[in-house]
């Protein structure tokens, strides 16, 4: 026998009893982001590998160890995207989407990093992101924020979120501080854990996002960005904080927040939730306003977020919503016979068609009534719908419900049709 093959180490299979709460959560996003006014792109999931290196940054984790490239046969060096910012500006930059124009955009997909598997951390993981371009004042953060808050409220998770907010100013504010910390992170260096060394001298403000618990005295009292700020990022900061106020959005300053990518600057934010363990963060954002530029084209500011799609659906699937979703069959279809089977057939295709958003799996591959019964009382559904030989000369069928103990009862079709929107429509 031939040794059965399983899949990649982090590359999960999304099964059946799974994918109903995904299609649910996505449909939910879609709703939002399309009653915002965002307009869906989507780009390739290869992209060449200088996109990532010159987006992410050479030095970051991401292009030096997680990220999938590989050559091709024309010996170009390809990546299979690691995240989607870079994609959606060299999308825009190649079909001229940014000049003097205003960009909502939103994508989702699979993206690949070659990471430890943990829960909630994957190798293939899956995202849905909002970005805007062309907008430069904290009116569009705000919205963009409440835009996020949104979809978690809509999805049942808010209340088991909160909202971080940073800001990291700009690349000038950021490398004066840069040398303050360096500088304080050299005094207690016989502190820092050997992850925490090696991104002293090539990123360290990413020592201050270290989740190791050792470090969290010596990272509290660190010198804060935000009392470097230059006072256009100042200002910036302090009048997104009055809007999301004005708007009832609750939030937390966190000193210590910043992105795993170079390209972010100005306001940076996360929901976080103590539900998941070490991977609680749902949500991440923020301004990327040189990245066009750092990609070759014209000067564009931009901000943006990501949905974590497998953390979103774990939460769900610990929270009350998730107990609110109807995953089932509407009705299963039943035959008495072989010879009733094509009327069959074709009356369960016009209940399709008549009845708007039906779950309706008619039965095949024969058997006994008591059988089908069996089968289709297994299957979840709410009601069975029988049709044999007096049903056909009838123009009618029987309807019979599963889960109540209530007497069969004969409908014509028409009626049928009629009766089962109205039952849908009541859930």
Same mark, same amino acid.
């Given at each position: 026998m031939?040794?059965?093959?399983?899949? +990649?180490?982090?590359?999960?299979?999304?099964?059946?009893?799974?994918?109903?709460?995904?299609?649910h959560?996505?449909?939910?996003?879609?709703?939002?982001?399309?009653?915002?006014g965002?307009?869906e792109?989507?780009t !390739?999931m290869v992209?060449?590998?200088?996109l990532?290196?010159? =987006?992410?940054?050479?030095v970051? #984790?991401?292009?030096e160890?997680?990220?999938?490239s590989?050559?091709?046969r024309?010996?170009?060096?390809? /990546?299979l995207?690691?995240?989607?910012?870079?994609?959606?500006?060299?999308a825009?930059?190649?079909?001229?989407l940014?000049?003097?124009?205003?960009?909502?955009?939103?994508?989702?997909? !699979?993206?690949?990093r070659?990471?430890?598997? $943990?829960?909630?951390?994957?190798?293939?993981?899956?995202?849905?992101?909002?970005?805007?371009?062309?907008?430069?004042?904290?009116?569009?953060?705000?919205? @963009?924020?409440? @835009?996020?808050?949104?979809?978690?409220?809509?999805?049942?998770?808010? =209340?088991?979120?909160?909202?971080? &907010?940073?800001?990291?100013?700009t690349?000038?504010s950021?490398?004066?501080y840069?040398?303050?910390?360096?500088?304080?992170?050299?005094?207690h260096k016989?502190?820092?854990?050997?992850?925490s +060394?090696?991104?002293?001298?090539k990123?360290?403000?990413?020592?201050?996002?270290?989740?190791? !618990?050792? &470090?969290?005295?010596?990272?509290a009292?660190?010198p804060?960005?935000?009392?470097?700020?230059?006072?256009? =990022?100042?200002?910036h900061?302090?009048?997104?904080?009055?809007?999301?106020?004005?708007?009832g959005?609750?939030?937390?300053?966190?000193?210590?927040l910043?992105?795993?990518?170079?390209?972010?600057?100005?306001? +940076?934010?996360?929901?976080? /939730?103590?539900k998941?363990?070490?991977?609680? /963060? +749902?949500?991440?954002?923020?301004?990327?306003?040189?990245?066009?530029?750092?990609?070759?084209?014209? !000067? /564009?500011?931009?901000?943006?977020?990501?949905?974590? *799609?497998?953390?979103?659906?774990l939460?769900?699937q610990?929270?009350?919503?998730?107990?609110k979703?109807d995953?089932? %069959?509407h009705?299963?279809f039943?035959? #008495?016979?072989?010879?009733?089977?094509?009327?069959?057939?074709?009356?369960?295709?016009?209940?399709?068609?008549?009845?708007?958003?039906l779950?309706?799996?008619?039965h095949c591959?024969?058997?006994?009534?008591?059988? $089908?019964?069996?089968?289709?009382d297994?299957?979840?559904a709410?009601?069975?719908?029988? *049709?044999?030989?007096?049903?056909?000369k009838?123009?009618?069928?029987?309807?019979?419900?599963?889960?109540? #103990?209530?007497?069969?009862?004969?409908?014509?079709? #028409?009626? %049928?049709?009629?009766?089962?929107?109205?039952?849908?429509?009541?859930?």
């Amino acid at each position: 026998m031939a040794e059965i093959i399983q899949a +990649v180490r982090g590359m999960n299979d999304i099964l059946p009893q799974e994918s109903f709460v995904w299609q649910h959560a996505e449909r939910i996003m879609r709703r939002v982001l399309l009653s915002y006014g965002y307009q869906e792109i989507r780009t !390739p999931m290869v992209e060449k590998t200088e996109l990532f290196k010159r =987006s992410i940054g050479e030095v970051t #984790d991401i292009v030096e160890k997680e990220m999938y490239s590989f050559l091709d046969r024309n010996q170009e060096n390809l /990546t299979l995207r690691p995240e989607g910012t870079a994609c959606c500006v060299r999308a825009g930059m190649e079909h001229g989407l940014f000049y003097n124009q205003i960009q909502r955009l939103w994508y989702t997909g !699979p993206f690949f990093r070659h990471e430890r598997p $943990q829960k909630g951390r994957y190798r293939q993981f899956h995202q849905c992101s909002a970005e805007v371009f062309g907008l430069t004042g904290p009116d569009i953060d705000a919205e @963009l924020i409440m @835009l996020s808050a949104t979809i978690l409220e809509k999805l049942g998770l808010k =209340s088991l979120t909160t909202l971080q &907010l940073n800001s990291l100013g700009t690349a000038e504010s950021r490398s004066e501080y840069r040398k303050r910390l360096v500088h304080y992170l050299n005094e207690h260096k016989d502190q820092l854990d050997e992850d925490s +060394v090696r991104r002293l001298h090539k990123n360290p403000l990413r020592v201050l996002d270290s989740k190791n !618990p050792d &470090l969290k005295h010596l990272i509290a009292n660190a010198p804060k960005l935000l009392d470097h700020l230059d006072q256009a =990022s100042l200002q910036h900061f302090e009048t997104l904080q009055q809007y999301l106020t004005q708007a009832g959005i609750a939030f937390e300053i966190n000193p210590c927040l910043v992105r795993g990518l170079d390209y972010y600057s100005k306001t +940076v934010f996360e929901w976080v /939730t103590d539900k998941l363990g070490a991977q609680g /963060t +749902v949500c991440a954002g923020g301004r990327y306003d040189t990245l066009v530029e750092q990609l070759g084209g014209k !000067p /564009t500011s931009a901000i943006g977020f990501s949905l974590g *799609m497998e953390r979103i659906i774990l939460l769900m699937q610990q929270s009350e919503h998730n107990h609110k979703i109807d995953s089932g %069959l509407h009705a299963y279809f039943i035959t #008495d016979s072989e010879a009733s089977f094509p009327a069959a057939l074709k009356m369960a295709n016009y209940l399709r068609s008549k009845v708007l958003g039906l779950r309706l799996m008619l039965h095949c591959g024969g058997g006994s009534l008591k059988s $089908q019964f069996k089968k289709a009382d297994k299957s979840g559904a709410q009601y069975a719908i029988i *049709m044999g030989e007096h049903e056909i000369k009838t123009r009618s069928v029987s309807l019979k419900n599963l889960r109540e #103990d209530t007497p069969q009862q004969a409908l014509y079709q #028409d009626e %049928l049709a009629e009766y089962l929107k109205l039952k849908i429509a009541k859930k």
